[in-house]
């Protein structure tokens, strides 16, 4: 079946920088999704990826579809500890196939 | 606009148990879905309805999972007998896809039903 590849599993960093993350897979997919999600919580949709080689931005949050359609990166900057939770990357084909997630921590 | 919403919110059986989930998707939102996340992964689609149908449930355990949308509207999951490993939050999503396989419509997910089978 299809398997994404997310990483890293978990990041500590300092209130005020940035981070990045990204998803690879072997196989193609026609949407890439990024959600956070907080302990106790569903999901929540933080951007959505349409196009091959399409950037978007959503505030601090920047993500890109990469152009071979086999993965995506999601950059925060400016990190604030209300960042803090799970990040996860999903491909859509038929259906959604999500990451295992990354873990972010944010010190203050 | 009112999210998706599910019952209970916390369910801790002994294993052998039944157990059912409630979702009630977002108004107007044509399409549902159940996933399950165990502990440390990414959610796994179970089951996909559009309306009152059946698209994919090629995941599901079907030997002892079972799930209905009747009215096209709100849906039930259910586990019978529950296992050990079946210990994960059961999440309930949903988009207004009306026409499928187009591209993935955007999925909003409820809060999820923990699951604890002792």
């Known amino acids: 079946g299809q398997q994404l590849n997310q990483s890293p599993q978990s990041m500590f960093i300092q209130e005020g920088e940035d981070v990045s993350m990204n998803c690879t897979s072997s196989s193609i997919f026609n949407t890439w999704l990024w959600y956070k999600q907080d302990p106790g919580e569903g999901p929540v949709l933080l951007i959505a990826l349409y196009k091959a080689g399409e950037l978007t931005s959503n505030g601090r949050l920047t993500a890109q579809f990469g152009i071979t359609r086999k993965d995506s990166f999601l950059n925060i900057s400016a990190s604030i500890p209300s960042d803090v939770g799970i990040y996860f990357c999903a491909g859509g084909a038929e259906k959604l196939v999500f990451g295992k997630g990354m873990k972010l921590t944010v010190n203050p | 606009e009112a999210g998706v919403a599910q019952s209970p919110r916390y369910k801790i059986i002994e294993k052998r148990q039944s157990v059912a989930f409630w979702c009630n998707p977002i108004s107007g939102h044509a399409t549902l879905y159940w996933y399950q996340q165990i502990l440390g992964q990414g959610p796994k689609l179970l089951i996909q309805?559009?309306?009152?149908?059946?698209?994919?449930d090629s995941q599901l355990p079907k030997d002892r999972f079972s799930a209905e949308r009747l009215k096209g509207v709100d849906s039930t999951l259910k586990i019978q007998p529950a296992k050990l490993e079946d210990s994960a939050v059961y999440l309930c999503?949903?988009?207004?896809?009306?026409?499928?396989?187009?591209?993935?419509?955007?999925?909003?997910f409820g809060p999820g039903t923990r699951l604890t089978v002792l």
């Open positions: 999503a949903s988009s207004l896809a009306a026409t499928w396989p187009d591209s993935p419509d955007t999925q909003y």
């Open positions: 309805f559009q309306n009152n149908g059946v698209v994919d």
